[in-house]
């Protein structure tokens, strides 16, 4: 006889012996007691019974088409319809206003704790199902079944779960925090002298806690009292932790929380370095006891499927540093991103050989110790030629770099070069990056600032990088050009190279 018959007949047989003749009613345990209209006989009247146990959250049947619901601390209409009768955000709004009429909660519309709300519609129940007996033939026809007046025997609250991804990645999950707990039943399977209960783990799967105790998932639905009643005699002091589409951030964090962790925190950051700077982003930090931060063993969970996931030689300098990655989302393979983007490092600090790796990263064709003939014998029988330090030209026209050191006779040469239409870029000796590459920009009427820049801005990957330099918008080129005198170390390189940067200079 499987479970679901062999529980209501006992349970009917219990509740019917009570109401023999001039005796009172046995003592029925309230939690299984079941409604007698379900027999459909004419009882003599008695004494009412203890109410059964349940969550004072938990909606009612009101009559055929409507349900009561005992409102709790922190609930609204909009959270009631999407959490226990399952519905979309918008489709819930749509049906607020009508239950504000329904039940005259004035233009408000507000509830309060203890008040019992009716929602013009059945609850959600999903039916039990009797299977045919053990060792039954197939054809044999099944025994009688009696009539419920309309009601069911229901299992669940809601529809029951089929999301298997979310209950595959929660054993994914833990797996990795306990790894030494990988070979446990993670299915509930019990055994009682007159009943036999089973739940299938890809819908409700069964987990160790930090404390010692367990965790039950409900992915989807949740079950009734009678099955959590059961489970609960099993297993003392167990936790039920329900998935709802959608909510899968919230739901792991209630499933750590319930875990009995030490620490969990949501949204989380670590930053390493100061120029350049790595800053990590991880939906969920996990600290399993107070020794985690001591013993560098700290979990990085993403379970954000638009996050973006660690490439391996990232989850390798994290393990480093004593935190240990979980991604349920991982690539299986991190190829190179394919950009014109290039970094160029100018480490140098005298002002003429600075300018010359400043020139080669704007791509610019210049020359060194150019003379320049500024009048001819032809003007008026006077020839004068001028030595530039450096010369280039760009777009029809002239430019002179030099640097000044305070010759009168050199800026008297300077100043006759820009009566005759050349543009002067004149560098002091004691210029650093920032303001050199400043006056070439302005000169070349070129876009750039020199700030603390983001060179991974797209935010769609668990990291960033940020590094001190001028990005340079420039029309001659098709990516993104970043000039810094900061030399990026090798994670950060690697890192960076990976994400469609080349690289140039700095290995000095």
Known sequence: MTFCRRL???????????FHAGHPAYAVDPRFELNPQMLQQKLPARPPLASPRKKASAPQRKSAGETTYTVKQGDHLLKILERDFG??????????????????????GRIRPGMRVIFPFPAKAAKCVVSPEPGAREGQPKPAERDTGGQQITFFKGSPGTDKEVVGNARVVWEKLFPAKQSANYAVSIRGSKYSLDLAP???????????????????GRLSPIVESLIQDHYPGIRFVTYAPQKRKSFFADLLAAAG??????????????DPKLTITSDIKIEKDSNSSLQQDIFLLNIEPGRGSFPPLLSTYLANHGFRVIDLYSAAQHEKTRTANSIHVITEREPSLLADKLMTALELVYERNKEIELFSMNDGGVALRVMADRYFEKNGEKFVVSVFKGDPENYTLLRLLESRNYHLIVLTPDEDLRSIAGKFLAHLHMQGHYAMQDLLASGKLPYRIQMSGLMVNSPDKRGALFLTGSRPDRIIGELLELNGYSIHGGNE
Do not use: C, W
């Not at 209501?8 to 009570?18: E, M, P």
């Not at 709004?93 to 408000?108: A, D, E, F, T, W």
């Not at 799967?205 to 409900?218: H, M, V, Y």
């Open 261 to 274: 962790f030490y620490s969990v925190e949501e949204n989380f950051t670590v930053a390493f370095g100061a």
């Open 87 to 108: 519905m979309a955000k918008k489709e819930a709004m749509v049906l607020v206003p009508g239950i504000v009429r329904r039940n005259h909660l004035g233009q408000s």
């Open 202 to 220: 890809d819908r409700y799967l069964l987990l160790p806690a930090a404390d010692g105790g367990k965790i039950l998932i409900e992915a989807g």
């Open 8 to 18: 209501f007949l006992y349970f009917a047989a219990l509740f019917l012996s009570g």
